[in-house]
């Protein structure tokens, strides 16, 4: 033991600057802590908001509520599964929305990802059809996890709305400001052919490197754009590398 007591009494001040990283690193802890535990709760909160909706909803207008009432309780479930994705292929099918809501596309946004391992979850438990046959507890836990679903998405919808562009630089805004701009001449069936393809190569290169965009979003794009648009046109990123 003399040996490490030796190396104290040489190197005690070593003990600041270690208390000062161990200090940063148990804030930068808690600091995480807190982040999560407000995600939960936001998603805590939206799952009792939707839940009370749809209760308000039903108590107020049971023939609304019935109107499906010929249909199975996993066909119920399915239509808002169904509704939900619908709701998220908007962000995911539309240049436009991504451009002005680009948390919705951002894995990295931490509601986002949470919506995203919300659906998952209820895709994994999705059965084949409404005519599969299923435990009651098997039912439960599905309609639980569309629920899961439907509120994380309604709590990263809110928060992708909230940041918008925020989280870009100055020129990168620019960046994404123009191509907006670009875009409406671009489905502008009142602009010219050459218009619209100019303005459509001109979207693709404003947003190359700001945004992640799917191929089904660029062939959206594309059949919005034009009839046929020449083949430089429709050549995807990869292909020009």
Request: charged content about 30%; glycine content about 4%.
């Amino acid at each position: 033991m003399e040996p490490f007591f030796t190396f104290l009494s040489h190197y005690w001040w070593l003990a600041f600057p270690l208390m000062g990283v161990a200090g940063g690193a148990a804030r930068a802890w808690e600091k995480n802590a807190r982040g999560r535990h407000k995600r939960r709760l936001e998603i805590l909160q939206a799952k009792s908001e939707l839940k009370a909706a749809k209760t308000g909803a039903a108590a107020i207008s049971p023939q609304a509520s019935d109107a499906t009432a010929g249909s199975s309780p996993l066909a119920r479930v399915l239509q808002s599964h169904d509704d939900i994705t619908a709701r998220w292929l908007e962000y995911e099918l539309d240049v436009g929305k991504m451009i002005a809501y680009p948390a919705m596309s951002d894995g990295r946004q931490p509601l986002t990802a949470a919506f995203l391992r919300a659906k998952r979850a209820a895709d994994g438990l999705r059965p084949d059809s409404s005519t599969a046959v299923l435990t009651p507890e098997q039912l439960r836990e599905y309609r639980e996890a569309v629920i899961d679903y439907e509120a994380a998405f309604d709590v990263a919808e809110r928060d992708a709305r909230r940041l918008k562009d925020s989280g870009f630089t100055d020129a990168e805004r620019r960046r994404l400001d123009t191509a907006q701009q670009l875009l409406r001449t671009a489905v502008d069936t009142a602009a010219t052919p050459a218009e619209r393809q100019l303005a459509y190569r001109r979207v693709r290169e404003e947003l190359d490197g700001l945004l992640s965009i799917s191929d089904e979003a660029i062939d959206t794009l594309e059949r919005r754009v034009a009839l046929e648009l020449p083949s430089h046109a429709t050549e995807r990123p990869d292909a020009r590398s």
